[in-house]
């Protein structure tokens, strides 16, 4: 058997799925899953976003891969041009 077929992750996505459950169902089976509540999801989301701002930020100050149009010389000079023309009307 070759490495690179072996473990979970090599297997079909249906497979993985089935295994999963399995598991899943067990541990609700013998207590021991854990049930999130309103206040614990909402809590996890909110350090989901945070750290995806953190990655993004940190990405943006070391010159990273960057959305297109922000950071660029030319976007930055153009708003300077925004704000020294509003500022002489």
Same mark, same amino acid.
């Given at each position: &058997?070759?490495? =690179?077929?072996?473990?979970?992750?090599? &297997?079909?996505?249906?497979?993985?799925? %089935?295994?999963? !459950?399995?598991?899943? $169902?067990?541990? +609700?089976? $013998? @207590?021991?899953? +854990?049930?999130? /509540? !309103? =206040?614990?999801?909402? %809590?996890?989301?909110?350090?989901?976003? &945070?750290?995806? +701002?953190?990655?993004?930020?940190?990405? /943006?100050?070391?010159?990273?891969? &960057?959305? !297109?149009?922000? @950071?660029?010389?030319?976007?930055? =000079?153009?708003?300077?041009?925004?704000?020294?023309?509003?500022?002489?009307?």
């Amino acid at each position: &058997m070759a490495k =690179e077929d072996r473990g979970f992750a090599s &297997m079909d996505r249906s497979k993985q799925r %089935e295994i999963a !459950s399995k598991g899943g $169902k067990a541990a +609700h089976e $013998k @207590g021991t899953a +854990h049930e999130w /509540t !309103s =206040e614990e999801a909402r %809590e996890a989301g909110r350090k989901g976003g &945070m750290a995806s +701002h953190r990655r993004r930020s940190e990405l /943006t100050n070391q010159g990273g891969d &960057m959305p !297109s149009n922000q @950071g660029s010389p030319d976007a930055s =000079e153009q708003a300077g041009d925004k704000n020294q023309n509003e500022q002489i009307r």
